[in-house]
């Protein structure tokens, strides 16, 4: 009589589940996590300034304690190193978004201006106008110049354009320039969630003092506004590689 048939355990069959997640996961909440540390940072620089934020600040904003920080960022300079560069690149980002959607020079200058106006009233933006560089090392301090230097070229190539174009009166490129970037970047120092005005008003006000004026005109011309379509693609472009 043959003998009867013995199944094997169960958990011979396949093995137990691994209780780590795969590499890849664990990248991606690392990153997150990361992220996250910067974003509250950020928030505090913002809020109390640079010298008056410790690690200790930002630990306690997290509800993690400050050795968890050091698995993330090496120490408090670096931090903001990375919290002006995600500033940066965010306006680049939206730039060069409203530069790739083309049309006239007008209707991809006003989307910049709207895109780099909303920026600066956000974490990183406000960081970057708030702090700014000058509490870093030289060399890092020269390779987030020439992100800025970047964001000058672009406004002056789309102010001159607009001149040859004929939808902006003749004028220096790079003062104009100057003007709109340093009108712009002071939004950063005063604005407030909550207040007033939302980020969109006031980007929109803003820009509409700069390109009309404060004095009454009597020939009835109107500057047009940036299509809202333009904007929030531009600015849509940052904000999903933060999300990514």
């Not at 950063?188 to 390109?211: D, N």
Request: aromatic residues 6%; contains cysteine; glycine residues 6%.
């Amino acid at each position: 009589m043959p003998s009867p048939t013995v199944s094997p355990p169960r958990s011979a069959e396949r093995p137990p589940a691994s209780p780590w997640a795969p590499a890849s996961h664990r990248e991606q909440q690392r990153e997150a996590k990361r992220n996250a540390v910067l974003q509250a940072a950020a928030q505090l620089f913002n809020e109390r300034g640079f010298h008056a934020t410790s690690l200790d600040d930002i630990a306690a904003r997290l509800n993690v304690t400050k050795p968890t920080l050091y698995y993330y960022v090496k120490n408090k300079d670096e931090i903001l190193l990375q919290c002006v560069t995600k500033g940066l690149e965010m306006m680049l980002e939206g730039i060069a978004a409203s530069r790739a959607a083309g049309g006239k020079a007008i209707d991809q200058l006003m989307t910049c201006m709207q895109v780099y106006a909303r920026i600066v009233t956000m974490d990183f933006g406000k960081c970057l106008i708030r702090v700014g560089d000058e509490q870093l090392p030289p060399e890092s301090r020269a390779e987030l110049r020439r992100h800025k230097s970047a964001i000058d070229r672009e406004f002056r190539r789309l102010v001159a354009e607009g001149v040859a174009e004929g939808s902006l009166q003749p004028c220096d490129p790079k003062m104009t320039a100057f003007v709109i970037a340093g009108a712009l970047s002071w939004i950063g120092r005063w604005y407030q969630p909550g207040g007033e005005y939302t980020a969109e008003q006031v980007a929109e006000q803003c820009i509409e003092t700069l390109c009309q004026g404060v004095l009454r005109r009597t020939d009835g011309a109107v500057v047009a506004k940036a299509p809202a379509k333009r904007v929030r693609k531009a600015a849509a472009a940052p904000a999903a590689r933060k999300r990514a």
